[in-house]
C-alpha cells in the first residue's frame, strides 16, 4: 500500500493509491504535538500493509515556527519517527530521501499544490488547474504538459497563481471592506467575527459536518459549544456582528446578504485570476479540484471558459482532498 500525506497548517490530510481518503482537523499552529498523534493513529490503521509513504506540506508557513526552514524540518522529523520508508516531494516535482530535506529544507516547502498540478498535467496537457480548499486557492497553469506556475508562494502571489482566501476559514473581513444592506452601504468591521464557513453553511454550499474548524464563538474555548454553533441560525448571527450588528436588528435576510456578497468577492476574484492565465497562456479549460467547486465552476462560466470537476473523475471525497491522494499516485509510479 502507498500512501500519501499532505501536512497543512490547519489539515493533515491522508491518502492511499487506491482511493481511500481521510482528512483530520489537526492545527500545528495551536500545538506542533498534534501532527504526531495523526501520524501515530494513521500508522496503526494501516500497519502492516504500507510500502511507502509519499509526502507533500504547506504546514511549515505556521507562525508556531520562526521560519520556513523550522517547520520543515519539525514536520519531516515527526514523520520520520511515525514511518520508515518516506519520500518527500521537493519544487522539481522529483521524490527525496529525508536526509536531502535536511541539505535544503526550503525545497519541500509549500508542496502539495505541484503533487496535484503534476498529476493533472499527465492527464489534461493545457488547462488552468484550480484547488479551492479551506484557506487557499492555487490558480496553476499547465501548458502542453508543463506547469508554468512559480514554485513560490511569495512568487505566486504576485502572478495570481494564489490566491489566500479558501471555503472554511477566511475572516470575512479580509475579504469584504463594505456590504449593501437593504440598498444601504455599510463598512466592516475588522474583528474575527464571522469566516467563509459561515457564509458557506448559510448559503448552503456545506453542512455542519463540513464546518472542518472551529467557529469564531469557540475559539477562545473550543468545544464547548461546537454542536449548536454550527447551526445556520448561530452562522447567521456571527455573520450579522460583522456590521457590529446582531441577527434582531438586520434579520435572516441581512445576514444572507453579508453571505451572497462574500460569495460575489470570492468569485470575482478568481474570475480575474482566471483571465489573467488565460490571456496569458491562451488556455481555454479549466480542471478544478478541493471543497470549493461551485466557486471556480462559476467563475469559469463568467468567463465562457469550460469547466471539469475533478469530482466527476475521482469522486467528491478524493477531490477535497486531492493532494495527498496526488502524492500517493505520483509515488506508486515513481517506485
Known sequence: MFVGIDVGGANT?????????????????????????????????????????????TGELCDCFKAKREGVLHIKETLSAAFADLKFLNTNCMFRERSEVDKSPLSFASTNWLASAKLVSEQYRDVIFVDIGSTTTDVIPIVKGEIKAKRRDLERLKSHELIYSGIIRTNVAALLKRVKIMGEEYRISSELFAITADVYLVLGYITAEEYGCETPDNYAFAAVREEQEKSRLSAMRRLSRVVCSDLEEIGEDGAVAIAEQVKRVQVEELAASLSKQKDKYGLQKVVSAGIGDFIIKEAAESLNIPFTSLSVRYGRKIAATFPAFAVAKLLVRSI
Not at 491522508?14 to 482528512?23: E, P
Not at 498534534?34 to 507533500?56: C, N
Open 13 to 57: 490530510k491522508i491518502a492511499t493509491s487506491d482511493g481511500f481518503v481521510k482528512l483530520v482537523y489537526a492545527p500545528l499552529w495551536r500545538d506542533k504535538a498534534v501532527l504526531r498523534d495523526v501520524l501515530s493513529e494513521t500508522k496503526q490503521e494501516f500497519r502492516p500493509k504500507i510500502e511507502a509513504v509519499g509526502v507533500v506540506m
